[in-house]
């Protein structure tokens, strides 16, 4: 049996996320939890299907393991490998792309 890999957020990431949610609460805390909640819930997925979305168009020499997928205006980086799906970033679609 193949085992699933597993989701790992980054520190930035996380705290990211966290920034947002604090973001979006000061107008409406249901917005907050249906951000933070749905981003999370397609990070889950990631872990039975890590090449749902497309490769990461501004990751430098990107040999498809790095992806993305918006959700909310918010645009999340992952790596993939067998083992671990790795969340890396959490930005949102309004901040200048970062080249890496």
């Given amino acids: 049996m193949v085992k699933?890999?597993?989701?790992v957020w980054n520190k930035g990431a996380e705290a990211s996320l966290k920034?947002?949610?604090k973001r979006i609460k000061e107008e409406s805390l249901n917005n907050a939890k249906k951000v933070r909640d749905e981003i999370l819930t397609?990070?889950?997925?990631?872990?039975?299907?890590?090449e749902m979305y497309p490769p990461d168009k501004f990751k430098n020499?990107?040999?498809?393991?790095?992806?993305?997928?918006e959700k909310h205006s918010y645009r999340v980086v992952y790596r993939h490998t067998d083992k671990e799906i790795r969340i890396l970033r959490v930005r949102h679609v309004k901040q200048e792309p970062k080249q890496y």
Avoid: C, M, Q, W
């Fill in 19 to 21: 920034n947002a949610y």
């Fill in 42 to 50: 397609e990070t889950k997925k990631l872990a039975d299907h890590p």
């Fill in 61 to 69: 020499d990107n040999s498809g393991n790095y992806r993305v997928f």
């Fill in 4 to 7: 699933k890999p597993i989701v």
